[in-house]
């Protein structure tokens, strides 16, 4: 049955979001005041948001109306309240799976996150118990079958791979990248791993949490679809910045993390078929996902429900119903916006001298990872936060790729709706202070 293939339109791929000219100074201010950690802070940087976004006062407000006025359970209750906490956490549910999926068969499945979703993915797409060939013709090749991801997954997108990999027999591919991030694709890449083996999952991320590069999936997607290989993007990064482009890959599976999108931490979602995910094993097991519990065995409800074992993060699922009116609300703003910070910021940051990684990618977020030649990125952290200006330093979850771009290390600063061209220059001057103290 192959009903499920995506039929792919190469226009699609466009960006469809209207773009407006310019977001005035009064604009950004009012989407600011939206958000009350600058009261909290008036005098703080805040270019952290590839970590985690801040939260304005509809999400905060969502998850403290849940926790003090309806703070019931759903689904199991028959009481007026439980129904209408269950109906709302359903309602956040097609919501969810709409921000990514134009498929009317797509649902969300509430997951605490990107990495308990790749986590799921993992285990029920390698287990036997899984029924995929129906839907995948890969899964029923006798090849040696095997998943591919790329050298700049973050390790939410390696490590549950390694993991089902080692139990189930699979061979972990990997996509090269340059010492700029980019992808760096030998010829005849995928012909020569479908010679040997019989690729059964391509899992990727849109785009980079290091770099803020935009990869080229098309030809993957293409690929998976031609070849009844799944194909799930990771959308941890790319649901804030282009979700567009996630709903026009068509992927099978994709999954994302609330916390990055204006919403709470501990919630997430995996969004894909139905009938895809009712032929899968369940994952977790326990109260809410069963049907009927015997001595020895049980039987599962259908998926979402099935993936949704013990309570969920109900409150947190409240918020992201506002994190999602918010995205929506405020798209074409935020890529109005994003392009004119990131235009400003490539011009200012690129005269610092300092080596910035991801810039000759075509199409990049505005997140910037860097290094000062002969700073540590801890040190550069470190001064950069002396002078109220926070980013992140590390391997940001993605050793494959800092050994790619030859480095242990990077300072990052990630930009978003309620930064301003003030912040880039506050950055500017700081990175010159970090120079000075080491005579850079
Ligand atoms: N994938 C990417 C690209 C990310 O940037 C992150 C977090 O930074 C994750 C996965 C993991 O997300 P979480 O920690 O919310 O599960």
């Known amino acids: 049955m192959m009903g499920l293939r995506p039929i792919i339109h190469k226009s699609c791929y466009l960006p469809k979001v209207k773009i407006l000219h310019t977001i005035s100074t009064a604009m950004v201010d009012a989407i600011?005041?939206?958000?009350?950690f600058f009261t909290a802070n008036p005098n703080l940087v805040y270019l952290d948001s590839a970590a985690t976004a801040l939260k304005p006062q509809r999400v905060i407000d969502a998850l403290a109306l849940y926790n003090a006025h309806e703070s019931v359970n759903v689904h199991r209750g028959v009481y007026r309240l439980?129904?209408?906490?269950?109906?709302?956490v359903e309602s956040v549910r097609q919501k969810t799976a709409a921000f990514l999926s134009t498929e009317k068969t797509a649902t969300a499945v509430f997951t605490r996150g990107t990495t308990e979703g790749i986590n799921l993915l993992a285990h029920v797409l390698t287990?036997?118990?899984s029924r995929l060939a129906d839907f995948f013709p890969a899964f029923a090749h006798i090849r040696p079958p095997a998943i591919l991801m790329s050298q700049s997954e973050h390790h939410a997108n390696i490590v549950p791979w390694q993991i089902a990999a080692r139990e189930r027999g699979?061979?972990?591919l990997y996509i090269p990248v340059d010492s700029d991030g980019k992808f760096a694709v030998p010829e005849n890449f995928l012909e020569t791993i479908a010679a040997a083996y019989s690729l059964r999952i391509i899992a990727l991320g849109l785009e980079s949490n290091v770099t803020g590069i935009i990869h080229d999936l098309m030809p993957y997607r293409e690929w998976a679809a031609k070849h009844g290989a799944v194909f799930i993007v990771d959308a941890a990064q790319a649901v804030v910045h282009v979700p567009e482009r996630v709903r026009a890959l068509k992927?099978?599976?994709s999954v994302f993390s609330a916390h990055k999108l204006f919403g709470a931490t501990g919630v997430g979602a995996v969004v894909g078929a139905k009938n895809v995910l009712d032929a899968c094993t369940v994952y977790q097991g326990g109260g809410g996902m069963i049907n009927t519990v015997h001595e020895a065995t049980s039987t599962y409800l259908e998926a979402p429900t099935k993936f949704e074992a013990g309570t969920q993060a109900i409150g947190e699922i409240?918020?992201?119903g506002k994190a999602l009116d918010f995205a929506l609300e405020h798209a074409q703003t935020l890529r109005t916006h994003e392009g004119d910070l990131r235009a400003y910021a490539d011009a200012k940051l690129s005269k610092t001298g300092i080596r910035i990684f991801g810039l000759s990618a075509y199409e990049r977020s505005p997140i910037y990872s860097f290094e000062i030649q002969g700073v540590h990125a801890h040190d550069t952290g470190t001064l950069l936060d002396e002078q109220d200006i926070c980013v992140r330093a590390g391997h940001h979850c993605c050793q494959l790729l800092m050994r790619a771009l030859g480095v242990s290390a990077t300072a990052r600063a990630s930009f978003s709706l309620y930064n301003t061209r003030d912040d880039v220059d506050r950055?500017?001057?700081g990175i010159e202070y970090v120079k000075k103290i080491f005579r850079k």
Do not use: M, V
């Open 170 to 172: 699979y061979q972990l």
């Open 251 to 253: 992927p099978d599976f």
């Open 318 to 320: 409240y918020a992201l």
């Open 427 to 429: 950055l500017t001057q």
């Open 82 to 88: 439980s129904q209408r906490a269950t109906d709302t």
């Open 127 to 129: 287990h036997p118990n």
């Open 32 to 36: 600011k005041s939206e958000f009350p």
